[in-house]
């Protein structure tokens, strides 16, 4: 049995096989343009916020690193307390960049990520709590030494003091 199709029937059959791979095209094409635009809310609705948080804590890392490294070379006392207050200012924004980390993982449930969060958090205090004792000591030090200048600046006077006296004493007799 053969199939005799006249050419308007072969036109009308390959425009309806046309019209239906279109439509399938639109329907792939808003499918995947809506798993697209899904993606770039979750993006920036929620990961987006943890990357910049992210970015926030690497740049406070470094400047408790800054300051960790800044405490040997400071001589004085004043010089001493205002790297403290920024450090004390520091440990602040750590913690609310911390606390924003915390809501946003918290609120995506990403246990992983909070677990290591919560691992590079202890890694901060650890640095906070010696960058603190490095300042404590280095304080110590610069309260040493002014004692110590202090000390011989009284044994210069009371050398001077004594040589005079002892040259009153050679002078009277």
Same mark, same amino acid.
């Given at each position: 049995?053969?199939?005799?199709l006249?050419?308007?029937?072969m ?10 791979a279109a ?26 916020p +943890?990357?910049q948080? $992210?970015? %926030?804590?690497?740049? #406070? /890392?470094e400047?408790?690193?800054? =300051? ?8 004085t ?6 790297l ?5 200012e ?22 992983e ?10 890694? +901060?205090?650890?640095? $906070?709590? %010696?960058?603190?004792? #490095? /300042?404590?000591?280095?304080?110590? =030090? ?13 044994i210069d ?8 006296l002892?040259?009153?004493v050679?002078?009277?007799e």
């Amino acid at each position: 049995m053969k199939l005799k199709l006249s050419i308007k029937a072969m036109l009308y059959f390959w425009v309806a096989f046309g019209l239906l791979a279109a439509a399938i095209l639109v329907g792939a094409a808003v499918t995947s343009n809506g798993i697209i635009n899904t993606s770039q809310e979750k993006l920036t609705s929620e990961t987006l916020p +943890i990357i910049q948080d $992210v970015a %926030k804590l690497n740049v #406070l /890392i470094e400047k408790l690193r800054v =300051i960790k490294a800044e405490v040997p070379s400071i001589n004085t006392l004043e010089q001493l307390e205002i790297l403290n207050q920024t450090l004390n200012e520091e440990v602040v924004e750590i913690q609310k960049v911390n606390e924003a980390l915390d809501r946003d993982i918290e609120r995506q449930n990403l246990t992983e990520l909070k677990n290591a969060f919560d691992e590079i958090q202890m890694v +901060i205090e650890s640095m $906070v709590e %010696k960058s603190s004792i #490095l /300042i404590s000591r280095q304080k110590n =030090i610069l309260e040493l030494n002014e004692q110590s200048i202090n000390q011989t600046h009284r044994i210069d006077k009371l050398v001077e003091n004594a040589e005079l006296l002892s040259d009153s004493v050679s002078g009277k007799e």
